[in-house]
């Protein structure tokens, strides 16, 4: 009578030598894959800047994408300052390689926020920042300024996209967030997105006046100019979201850049 195979060190060896082939398979993918994936977030990146500098709309291919790109010029920007740097001052070499979030991750080029000012809820802000500046006959046109802040469940990222007044929003919209489909997760919904283009972000006193309304903005109302109606059903994710916008717009985030920008200091980098 011949032997039986199915022993326990048998099961056991063949399992092992199954998850030993498994493993490979994978981490070879995953090597394989990661420049893909890293050109198509770089890809995506680039995508929502031009979304929200209304460069594109609809469906866009990616040679669309990269030809329209082409338009728009990264910056360093000192947010101690205002001031547009060499990336050297970063420690980049160039700017196509500046890591934002590196930056912000290091304590010799970022600080911690005290919770009472960390209204964005994002723990520590980076001295340097990448700004996307858009330019016609010499002149800057358009300002696309990177955003992130906390929501109800996660942090939102996103760019704001401001005319030449350095005031004006263009566009806005998020690229990266976990907020509840259907609730939060309206931030995504075109109707609400459209809502910003044309709304101011400064008062008289060169405060950020930027609201979302609940209930709706009344058209009739002195300050409609700076409201945009609240997510129905996600107070958390609009107190978000108005909050974010007045850190990064405020005088930790781009303020002082911006007022440059509208007292002539920066035209044309």
Known sequence: MSKSNDTISKTIIVALALCLVCSI??????????????????????????????????AATKAQIEETFKQVKPVIVDLETGEVVAPEVAGYETVAAFDQGKVAQNPETSKDIPNSEDIAGIGRRERYAKVYLVQENDAISRI?????????WSTLYGFMALKDDADTVVGFGFYQHAETPGLGGEVDNPSWKGQWPGKEIYNQENEVATTLVKGGVDPNSPNAKYGVDSLAG?????????????????????????????????TNV
């Open 25 to 58: 398979i994978v981490s070879a993918s995953a090597v394989l894959l990661k420049p893909t994936q890293v050109a198509n977030r770089t890809l995506n990146v680039k995508e929502n800047i031009l979304r929200a500098a209304g460069m594109i709309e609809g």
């Open 144 to 152: 696309i300024l990177p955003v992130r802040g906390y929501g109800l």
């Open 234 to 266: 996600a107070t958390l994710t609009s107190r978000g979201v108005e909050n974010l916008v007045h850190y990064w717009l405020g005088k930790e985030g781009f303020k002082q850049f911006l007022n440059k920008i509208r007292a002539g200091e920066i």
